[in-house]
């Protein structure tokens, strides 16, 4: 893609009557989420998505920051 174009490739929403199940939901559409020939951050939100402190709740701004390790 080159590189005068934004690389938002698409924007995944999910909802749900309560946190706990707005969590499920999206952690469903990014397992069904299917996207080839470019690089994308699906791997990351999913493993976002099975972190303890993101699932109590408890981030900053800084949660990439604090968490490189997520990026590997």
Do not use: N
């Amino acid at each position: 893609m080159p590189g005068c174009f934004d690389s938002l490739l698409a924007k995944l929403l999910a909802w749900g009557p309560d946190r706990d199940s707005a969590i499920r939901r999206m952690r469903t559409a990014l397992d069904e989420t299917i996207i080839t020939g470019v690089d994308h951050l699906i791997p990351l939100h999913r493993r976002i998505m099975d972190e303890k402190d993101f699932l109590a709740g408890d981030i900053t701004i800084a949660y990439i920051d604090e968490h490189q390790e997520l990026l590997g």
